[in-house]
């Protein structure tokens, strides 16, 4: 073949993650998706996963994997998002991967660096660690080194390239206008050819050599221009038919070996341009009707070296943001004190960051002391270890508070506090210094309030315990919670007051485990509740609930013991703002007075309440259903029920643990959170649970008995699939 193209998604932006509580926040923007993480999920990537293909009844009869006719590339921290929140789509992104390298020789992913930062506004050493981290963390999730590496900006510059080849990677893709002159391979000076975007040739691959190592070389691609502005621009993603042709006008009238390539951010198909992805699949597959398979850049390098050598025209200096310029002195501090601690107790300090991406896919304590193990002057003590393990956090924090593009840099300003507050636990004194460029009212209104550590972590678990929507002690903590209770005994007392309202307290014992610094600590927290959202709660050195307290709760006034408490432990007590903003919200959506003053819709939020724990603490989500399923009469939107995805979230498990089992009371389960959903008007994830369908349907539906097909297709039907997609059996696979 001739011609072929390569169409690439680079999904970009990495999920903003709390860095105090690792989880994200909620975002109103993202509605009806509690974030836009979420929302690029079910509109974006997952479609790229799952391409739905219909019937003839506009039933979906099978799913196509997209990502296997496409180039791709996702951040590490979108990669770690999707293993641990998304995990179907996470299997797919890798199954693409290994189809495309099966096919082709090459496979279709692409590695990006750590972080969203341009390359070029970093230093030198920031970039090595930047494009080391990407790398490593592509190793370890697909099981192969990455030839080529996806720019998070759209410059690039000689030091940017020697940092690619000096860790081995074989090619990149760069805008035409980057392209300076070139010349034949091997030819001499004299031969150098000035050349301009407009007559430019972007349909081959151009060598770019190394000044820096002899011999060494880069592979550069740059792709078409007009191509990538029609697709971000949607101009070309009207329908599948429209750009198969406008792929087509973009080959040369000749018989040449040509690749007519484009890329863009993975988010705006299906962000940007609704159903984006389902209208590249329907134009791939017309290409490769006409003989234009869909190829990836390196199995195209392997049929067709770069003919032609490039030099890259010399780029006008990255203006670097103001916001990121007030960083850089508290940057080079916290490298400062990295360096002068960590150089007493490891071989190299660099090296062992550059390294650290072992620990950030694998953080066991098995690993982490095999890692310092290898690097240490001698053996540690645990607290020595803790605090190197801590020192190499403190720099990752450091990375990704470089990488904010937003206005203002809000996500950047968080990374900067929580490395702040790392360097100041390890006995370090760096701090920004913000004043005077607007970011330090920014700092005062969002950042610092929001900060939480060990102590302020006690607060909020307490009051979730208090009011019975807690999780309770885990044994382990939940992936991608940062804090979590290890154990908790609680006393509550209630009493009522005058006009049907209830007074209560509580007084706690518990240990709160940090499971980013491994540590612990133990803490009593006396919770006092006034009125349904005047809640206080004081976080104490442990210790046993004073006896005479009880008493003088139940003497009342409720007035006068919240006084005696503040007598006792002072007013620095906390609040419902403790709470993180999405549990907050939550809570703030059961406990808020009713404008109508309803009690029947106040009891069943209560009883919405006192499921939610139910489930959170014994995983019984039979009082949550039933509730669900007469949300319509109490008078409650069914998506403004406070933890509606937990109801989300228990009817996808049901999907799941129908379809590990098979068993029909799981079916019925499954069935009747769809039909309790309907009839409340919840909104489900439709395609979330379409979409582990089509995965066991497709994949695992030969290995199951008929008994098992004939209970699948119910459930295929009512979400909308083929039938036809369980109906016959295959090869089961080995």
């Known amino acids: ?130 494009v080391r981290w990407g790398r490593s963390d592509f190793r370890q999730r697909f099981g192969r080194a990455p ?21 081995g990677f074989s090619f990149t893709v ?82 040449s070996t040509q690749l007519v ?25 017309g290409l490769e009707a006409a003989g ?50 960590l150089a007493a107790w490891l071989k190299d300090p660099w090296q062992a960051r550059d390294d650290y991406a072992e620990l950030l896919a694998d953080p ?32 990752r924090r450091r990375l ?28 370090g004194g760096a701090a920004p210094d913000l004043a005077g460029t607007g970011l330090d009212k920014v700092w005062a209104r969002e950042i610092a309030p929001a900060a939480v550590d060990l102590r302020r972590a006690a607060a909020p678990l307490g009051l979730l315990e208090h009011l019975g929507v807690g999780g309770g002690p885990l044994p382990e903590p939940r992936s991608g919670e940062r804090f979590s ?59 046993d609930e004073p006896a005479e307290l009880a008493a003088a709760f139940a003497a009342g006034p409720a007035e006068q013991f919240r006084a005696e408490l503040c007598r006792r432990f002072g007013n620095d007590f906390f609040t419902l703002d403790a709470l993180a903003g999405g549990e907050r919200l939550q809570v703030l959506r059961w406990l808020m007075p009713d404008p109508s003053g309803s009690q029947p819709r106040r009891k069943f939020l209560d009883e919405w309440a006192a499921a939610v724990g139910a489930l959170r603490r014994r995983g019984e989500d039979g009082a949550l259903l039933g509730l669900l399923a007469r949300c319509r009469e109490s008078g409650v939107p069914p998506d403004q029920l406070p933890w509606a995805a937990l109801a989300r979230d228990e009817a996808a498990a049901a999907l799941d643990d129908f379809l590990d089992t098979g068993a029909r009371p799981e079916l019925d389960r499954v069935l009747a959170w769809l039909a309790a959903a309907e009839r409340s008007g919840l909104h489900l994830d439709l395609f979330s649970l379409r979409s582990r369908l089509l995965v066991w349907l497709e994949d695992l539906a030969p290995c199951a008995d008929a008994a098992q097909r004939d209970l699948v297709r119910s459930l295929a039907e009512r979400l909308g699939l083929s039938p036809s997609l369980s109906s016959s059996p295959e090869a089961c696979p080995q």
């Not at 030099?311 to 360096?339: G, M, N, T, V």
Request: charged letters at 25%; one cysteine or more.
């Open 292 to 341: 234009i398979p869909a190829v990836n850049y390196a199995a195209f390098l392997d049929r067709f070296p770069p003919p032609q050598e490039v030099e890259l025209r010399a780029a006008a200096p990255d203006q670097e943001p103001a916001w990121l310029a007030a960083l850089r002195p508290f940057a080079e501090s916290l490298d400062a004190f990295f360096a002068e601690r």
């Open 485 to 543: 209770l290890k154990d908790c005994a609680a006393r509550r007392q209630t009493a009522p007051l005058p006009g049907g309202r209830d007074a209560s307290w509580s007084w706690l014992r518990l240990t709160v485990r940090d499971g980013e610094s491994r540590e612990r600590v133990r803490a009593a927290v006396c919770v006092h509740q006034l009125e349904r959202l005047d809640l206080a709660a004081w976080v104490l050195p442990p210790q």
């Open 174 to 255: 760069l805008p035409a206008a980057r392209a300076g002159r070139v010349r034949a391979v091997g030819g001499a000076g004299a031969d150098w050819r000035e050349v301009r975007p407009e007559t430019f040739n972007p349909t081959r691959p151009y060598r770019w050599l190394s000044r820096r190592t002899p011999g060494a070389e880069l592979a550069l691609f740059f792709p078409h221009e007009l191509l990538g502005a029609a697709l971000a621009s949607g101009k070309a993603l009207r329908d599948g038919e429209a750009l198969r042709r406008s792929v087509q006008a973009r080959f040369l009238p000749d018989e």
């Open 261 to 285: 390539h484009a890329g863009n951010p993975g988010e705006i198909y299906g962000l940007d341009v609704k159903g984006a992805p389902a209208v590249l699949g329907a134009a791939l597959r």
């Open 1 to 130: 073949m001739t011609k072929s193209v390569c169409l690439h998604a680079a999904f970009l932006r990495s999920p903003r993650e709390n860095p105090w509580t690792g989880g994200l926040d909620p975002e109103d923007s993202a509605y009806p998706y509690p974030d836009w993480t979420s929302r690029a999920h079910a509109e974006s990537v997952g479609p790229f996963a799952f391409d739905p293909l219909l019937d003839a009844h506009g039933r979906v009869r099978r799913s196509a994997n997209l990502l296997a006719s496409l180039s791709f590339s996702f951040s590490p921290l979108w990669l770690a998002w999707l293993e641990r929140c998304r995990p179907g789509t996470y299997a797919r992104v890798l199954a693409a991967d290994r189809d495309s390298l099966s096919r082709l020789g090459r496979g279709n992913a692409l590695a990006q660096p750590y972080g969203d930062a341009p390359l070029t506004r970093l230093a030198p050493r920031e970039q090595r660690t930047a």
């Open 400 to 427: 990704l508070m470089l990488s904010d593009g937003d206005a203002p840099p809000v996500q950047a300003l968080r990374q900067a506090c929580r490395a702040a507050e790392l360097c100041a636990a390890l006995g």
């Open 147 to 167: 030839e080529g590496l996806w720019l998070p900006g759209p410059e690039a510059d000689e030091e940017v390239l020697e940092a690619l080849v000096a860790e």
């Open 364 to 395: 066991s304590a098995r690993q982490a002391d095999g890692f310092l193990a290898r690097r240490s002057l001698r053996h540690l003590k645990p607290a020595e270890a803790r605090q190197a393990l801590r020192l190499l956090e403190l720099q």
